[in-house]
């Protein structure tokens, strides 16, 4: 019997006895558009759905203002959410917005840019959505923290709040911020929240 993932409360995950390549799970990402794949540390498929169009407009806006940040900056490349990070601990994680430092990227391969990067941004944004359950992405943010990330956001529109994370301290809430300012790598960034929320 063939079962579509349609029919299962997303998200999923999938364990096949053995942990999927890089390239397998890129062919099952290709082949499964528009669904969501990520590979646990332990070797497991997370299959999550597509973001609804109000969580898409704003994760789309806040990528624009990281993108015209870097750009004005030039220390660094953004990448939005379909792009995969192959981390230490053997996760394949893509983060809502991310920034790497230029010489960084640079450093990395033609080969190793086209996949899975094996390189852990230094900034991460993750968007709570709807379906997205609070304590799923809070471990989340951890796991980032735990493979490098110097500072990690989580924000949440269903609060209009937003959470810091960074390596060695407690995360840092913020309720109803009129915006965030960056640090540590990605000092000078600025977001304006009324952006972000739509208002």
């Known amino acids: 019997m063939n079962l579509a993932l349609d029919q299962f409360e997303l998200p999923i995950r999938i364990s096949q006895g053995r942990p999927v390549t890089d390239e397998e799970l890129m062919r099952l990402s290709a082949e499964n558009e528009p669904m969501r794949f990520e590979r646990e540390p332990n070797g497991e498929i997370l299959v999550m759905t597509p973001s609804g169009s109000r969580t898409s407009r704003i994760n789309n806006e806040i990528v624009f203002l990281l993108?015209?940040?870097?750009?004005?900056?030039?220390?660094?490349?953004?990448?939005?959410?379909?792009?995969?990070?192959?981390?230490a601990d053997g996760s394949v994680r893509a983060a809502d917005g991310a920034w790497v430092p230029l010489d960084r990227w640079q450093a990395l391969t033609d080969a190793e840019q086209a996949g899975f990067a094996p390189i852990c941004p230094d900034f991460v944004i993750e968007l709570r959505s709807p379906s997205d359950k609070l304590p799923d992405l809070q471990a989340k943010m951890a796991q980032w923290i735990a493979n490098g990330v110097e500072v990690a956001w989580l924000i949440d529109p269903i609060e209009k709040a937003v959470t810091i994370y960074r390596p060695g301290d407690q995360p840092e809430h913020h309720a109803h911020p009129s915006s965030v300012q960056g640090t540590g790598p990605i000092a000078g960034f600025e977001l304006v929240m009324a952006r972000v929320w739509g208002e």
């Open 67 to 87: 993108t015209a940040w870097a750009r004005k900056d030039g220390r660094g490349v953004v990448f939005d959410s379909n792009g995969g990070f192959r981390l």
